[in-house]
């Protein structure tokens, strides 16, 4: 039976799993920033963010790579943290609180609804934010129009399924139990920008020039398989919702599924899962 996607319900359901999810965010962010900070640097270094920038962060999260902005940009710069949910923006207050700067402010914020027209922001940045938004368009669209003309956006997002096996043997294995279809083309997804050349399709529809795209090797890392699974069940809202449909006897075993599939990423020095992000950079 075919099924019809609501954005709007899409949006309030994501909305809620990460007002939800905000803790265990944060207390994994040190795990999450050893597996993303190669990939940040690089978008920050695409983005041009360097002493005095004035920077956006659209679906901001906890802001691991907020901190890694705004110390870039030192006291004169800023940065502005935007998420659909405020109580993920609370642990990216706190954290830039604890950790001396004062050169970030949070907003919640509509990541296809920024407001921020004429903003001219020097760079944008979303990390693993954009490939969730049902209108990509639109949040790319409003994206451009904070910038500065020469303002530059970069996004981290994850290349094709084949390449990232610790996320997609869970998606696969779910959308199975859960009988759910393949999302169709132009909805979110944590793969809906990997294909060869949809970075930069997007990109371009939404006047951006001069669009890069490159591959950075994020592996996944941990004691075991188990711990993996923890991580994700704690902390991936995209798959809490997959598995919403679910009973609670269906969704634990799907669980023990998952942990027996990533198994065989397990070896002597303990969990490898496979993992390709992409950076993808253009210029208003």
Not at 248 to 272: M, N, S, Y
Request: net charge negative; charged share 20%; aromatic share 8%.
């Amino acid at each position: 039976m075919a099924t019809t996607f609501d954005p709007r319900q899409y949006k309030e359901t994501t909305r809620a799993q990460w007002q939800d999810a905000a803790e265990a965010w944060h207390r994994w962010g040190p795990t999450i920033e050893r597996w993303l900070g190669p990939a940040t640097e690089r978008m920050l270094d695409a983005a041009g963010v360097t002493k005095g920038s004035r920077v956006l962060d659209v679906a901001a999260g906890a802001g691991g790579q907020t901190l890694a902005a705004a110390h870039r940009a030192g006291p004169d710069g800023e940065v502005l943290a935007t998420d659909i949910a405020p109580a993920i923006l609370e642990y990216a207050a706190k954290a830039a609180t604890d950790a001396g700067l004062g050169n970030i402010t949070t907003a919640e914020r509509d990541g296809e609804r920024l407001g921020l027209d004429g903003a001219d922001f020097d760079a944008a940045v979303s990390r693993v934010g954009l490939i969730y938004f049902p209108d990509q368009q639109a949040a790319l669209s409003g994206i451009r129009a904070a910038l500065r003309p020469g303002g530059k956006f970069s996004s981290v997002v994850y290349s094709t399924a084949d390449r990232n096996g610790f996320f997609a043997i869970p998606v696969g294995i779910i959308r199975r139990r859960a009988q759910l279809p393949p999302p169709a083309p132009g909805q979110p997804g944590p793969f809906s920008l990997g294909a060869p050349g949809a970075a930069e399709q997007a990109l371009g529809a939404a006047g951006f020039r001069d669009v890069t795209v490159e591959a950075v090797p994020s592996p996944v890392t941990m004691a075991s398989a188990a711990e993996c699974v923890r991580f994700e069940r704690e902390s991936f809202g995209a798959l809490h919702q997959m598995l919403s449909g679910l009973a609670v006897a269906e969704r634990e075993a799907a669980w023990v599924e998952i942990e027996q599939a990533l198994g065989q990423f397990e070896g002597p020095t303990g969990f490898t899962g496979p993992c390709e992000m992409l950076v993808v950079t253009g210029t208003r």
